[in-house]
Nanobody, 115 residues
Framework: QVQLVESGGGLVQAGESLRLSCATS????????LGWYRQAPGKQRLLLAS???????FYTDSVTGRFTISRDNTKTTLYLQMNNLKPDDTAVYYC?????????WGQGTQVTVSS
């Protein structure tokens, strides 16, 4: 079973930054487009950003210009740099493959942004 392990969340004030990390298997990392998702309380899980194996990136409008997705091939780690955080960014953040995501999700990492 492939593991997805997210880390780096925390409690910050609006305007501050966080960097999330995601570790997964080398096979998944090298073969699949990877993405960051988030799920706010009472809402569905949504894809925020993705990056292909050739470093082509995609962002939803809500995070464009504030979040940056990247991947470190030597560490097989996916990152999400989040700047200028807003209270609406409060959610549990997950990493997974894209189209389709793997059926088994990690535990996620909580990001809480206070105003």
């Amino acid at each position: 079973q492939v593991q997805l392990v997210e880390s780096g969340g925390g409690l910050v004030q609006a305007g501050e930054s966080l960097r999330l990390s995601c570790a997964t298997s080398p096979t998944i990392f090298s073969l699949r487009t990877l993405g960051w998702y988030r799920q706010a309380p009472g809402k569905q899980r949504l894809l925020l950003a993705s990056i292909t194996t050739t470093d082509i990136t995609f962002y939803t409008d809500s995070v464009t210009g504030r979040f940056t997705i990247s991947r470190d091939n030597t560490k097989t780690t996916l990152y999400l740099q989040m700047n200028n955080l807003k209270p609406d960014d409060t959610a549990v953040y997950y990493c997974n493959t894209v189209t389709p995501p793997l059926p088994s999700w990690g535990q996620g990492t909580q990001v809480t942004v206070s105003s």
